[in-house]
Structures are given as C-alpha cells and as structure tokens.
C-alpha cells in the first residue's frame, strides 16, 4: 500500500483531522477513527507516532501498518508545536468502471490459424470497447464461455452472445440473407460476421464521422466487396468460378500470406500464438490500407467522372468519349454506376487522359468491371505497333503506342488522342452496356 496524499485540516487546538488517501493499494480502504493523544502528545515532522488507534480493519493490523505510513511528510504552513492531531479516513470518490474491470476477451480456436479469425480480431480490435482485449486461443469450452466475444470456434452463431462461428452444419448465412438488399450471396466466415455486425461502427469510428453518415454505407460496400468477401470465400472453399481449370496460380492473396505465418510441418517449434499476432498485423494493416485508398482516392475520383460525364458532349458530340479531368484515377466503378442513370442510356467507349508524362491516353471501356474484354477496342491494324509506325498504319500522325489487346493506346496531344478515339467509332457503332456491369 503506498501513500498518495496526506492532507491537515485546520480545527480546534485539541484536535485536528489528517487525511490519508491512497490511489494504489489493491488492499482495500482504511477507515480511521479519530484518536486522543495521551497527555497532550502529537505527531511531529519527525515522525514520532501516536499509541493508540482504533480502526475498521484492527488494532494489530494498524499498527503492522504504521510503519508503511510513517513518517510523515512536513506541512510546515499549518504546523503548531501545541496542536493536537486525530486521524480520520474520507473515502475517495468512486473509480471509473474501467479501471476496475479486467480487459475484455476475445476468443478463437487455438493450433493452425487462418485468415478469417486473424482479420475478425484485428477489426474487433480497433474499436475502442475491445482495443486492449485479450486473445484467448483455445478449443476447450469452458475457457470459451467466459470470454467476452468469440470467433471462428465453438459451434454457434448467436449474435445477443457475442458467438460468430461460421463451421456449425445449420449455418448458411450471407451478407444477403442477414442484411437484406445487399447482393453478395458468398457464405460468410468468422471475419465477415464481424464485419457485418460491427463494420458500420468500425468504419464511422476510424473516418472519424456518424454511422448514419452516406461514406460509411458506401465505403462499408465497397469494403465487403473488395476486400472482406474474398476472405469469406477462401475459407469456405468457395471457387471463384463454376467450371473449367484455373490458367494460373493465385499464390499471393492476403489469405495465402496468412496461412504461410504457421509453422512448416518440419520446423521443430509448433507454437502458433507468435504467427497469430503477425498475422493479426498483417491483416489490420491491410485493411486500414485499403480503407484509406478508398477514403482518399476511389471515394473522390467519382466527383471526376460525374463531372466527365456531364461534359461529355463538349468533347464529341458522340457523347460516347469523356475526359478526365485528372488521370489515373480510379474510374471504371464509377462509370458504370453513373452510366446507369444517363438518360437516354448509352455505353461510354473511350476515356481520354494524361499520363505522367504529360502524354495523352486513350482507353477503351471495358465489357465489364474485371473483364479484360473492352466494348470498342482500338483497330486490330494498329495493335502492338509504335512511333512511326503506327503514324503509318492509323494516318494519325503523332502516335505513340497501342497495347497488343487493342485496350488502350498513346498519342502527344489531347486532339491525337481524340482522333484515335474518333476513328475507332467511325470503324464499329458500340453496343449499349450490358445489363449489369459490375457483375452483381
């Protein structure tokens, strides 16, 4: 028990009140009644201590404690060589709840670890009721049940209990079938149960704004769609495709990154806790990074290609070229959201824009948002040529470049770039946009 302050309380000659309070003893409060000095004796500077005390806690355990509390500091200002002093305790205002609690517990399975309960505790974790919370990883029962919140093991799904497990055979759950009106229709695992029921809270917390706020509910979507799914689907073994083999190796995913933190089978030291909390790393990093291009980048470039499409008929009276105002910005997502509300409809072919050489691009709009496919692509004559070349073949002198797809193409000025765009619709009329190109 350590002393934190000792206060005098000026009163009468006989007796005085000093008050003793303590913010760092786990032992309890002491309440001290008041003493009378025998014989007019007091408590000096020096430390000399009186011979009778009577207290809530005993006589004998005071006085084992005496020492621990004396001598007492100096008050020189109140100080009177013929006062007498009584010691009485006041009890402290009460401690915040905080303060008293233990942190919180989040628990998982313990052994070999994956994706999905590495990103559900690292977004638990950023929010501010669970930033300093225990991880528990462990598969027996009774340690799971006094745990705050449990991911990933335990076999229930009962939100009112903070119990997110995704393994049960009853659980077949989606963001659709939980939240109506979303379109994702991939079963969720243990990180897309945490996101969709604390995501909102997360996001309007780190963008530092309201729930109700229209960025979050746009950000939490895009989020889900592009970052959280992915992980949902790889834990549940669900394909990205239906039919056929793959054409490559996917290697490199932020899943394939997690599960490679586990210890090998031949490494001689199987503890899996050190991997979990790179692995928690890795996964929070991740997504606060992901979140922050959304933020600053993707959200802002949709001002640009509202504007582009606004302007579209002062750059070709097609309206079926726009130009943005920057380039390289995000702008394919947007198009094909915004496309959707033009009236009359009608599918956009090129995007004009300068390259970071303060060169001009020309860039075919794609068939859908992750197709390598493009509505209009650039005449298969000036494929793959270059310079002079392509001045040739294209009779648009100034050429740079045309991708071998045909996708996009270069030129050194704004109006070269217009008439590789121009040519390109003189050759083919383009097709109106598919119903649905995003692919929901």
């Known amino acids: 028990m350590q002393c934190s302050s000792w206060r005098l309380h000026p009163g009468p000659l006989e007796e005085q009140v000093w008050e003793f309070s303590s913010h760092t003893s786990g032992q309890g409060w002491l309440l001290w009644e008041r003493w009378q000095a025998e014989g007019g004796a007091s ?7 009186p011979s009778f005390w009577v207290s ?51 628990g998982t399975h313990n052994g070999t670890f994956h994706c999905d309960e590495a990103l559900a505790c690292a977004l638990l974790r950023l929010l501010p009721e669970y930033r300093d919370a225990e991880i528990v990883r462990t598969r027996d029962p009774e340690k799971l049940a006094s745990c705050d919140i449990v991911v990933d093991v335990g076999g229930e799904y009962d939100p009112q209990r903070h119990r997110y ?14 939240s109506p009106g ?40 895009k989020m889900y769609e592009n970052f959280v799914e992915e992980v949902d689907a790889v834990d549940n073994g669900i ?20 599960a490679r933190l586990n210890p090998t089978w031949n490494q001689p030291n199987q503890d899996t806790e050190a991997g979990f909390k790179r692995a928690m790393d890795l996964v929070r990093e991740e997504f606060l990074q992901r979140l922050d291009f959304y933020q600053h980048s993707w959200l802002p470039a949709r001002a640009l290609v509202e504007e582009a499409l ?54 075919c709009v794609p068939k859908e948002l992750h197709s390598f496919q493009s509505r209009l692509p ?3 004559p000036w494929r793959g040529l270059r310079d002079e070349a392509l001045d040739q073949v294209s009779g648009i002198p100034g050429c740079v470049f045309v991708h071998a797809s045909g996708f996009i193409g270069g030129h050194r000025t704004r109006e070269g770039a217009l008439s590789m765009a121009r040519a390109t619709l003189a050759l083919h009329s383009a097709p109106l946009p598919p119903t649905n190109p995003l692919g929901q």
């Open 43 to 49: 408590i000096s500077p020096s430390g000399s201590a």
């Open 56 to 106: 809530c806690m005993g006589q004998r355990f005071l006085r084992g404690l005496l020492p621990l509390l004396l001598p007492l500091p100096p008050v020189p200002t109140l100080w009177g060589p013929h006062r007498t002093l009584s010691l009485e305790f006041v009890l402290p205002s009460k401690r915040p709840r905080s303060h008293l609690m233990a942190p919180p517990r989040i």
């Open 165 to 178: 497990d995704h393994h049960q055979r009853s659980f077949t759950e989606t963001m659709s079938s939980l």
């Open 182 to 221: 979303k379109p994702w229709q991939t079963k969720l695992s243990s990180a897309g149960l945490i996101y969709l029921h604390f995501g909102h809270k997360l996001l309007a917390q780190l963008l530092g704004t309201s729930e109700e706020d229209s960025v979050v509910g746009i950000l939490y979507d």
């Open 239 to 258: 394909a990205q495709w239906e039919e056929g083999e793959p054409r490559y190796a996917l290697t490199t995913t932020l899943s394939a990154r997690v």
């Open 310 to 363: 606004a302007q579209r008929f002062q750059v070709d009276a097609s309206g079926k070229i726009i130009e943005l105002a920057k380039g390289g910005c995000p702008w394919k997502e947007h198009l094909y959201h915004l496309e959707l509300d033009l009236s009359p409809p009608v599918a956009i072919s090129f995007v004009i824009y300068t390259d970071q050489a303060g060169q001009w691009r020309v860039q």
């Open 378 to 380: 650039l005449p298969e």
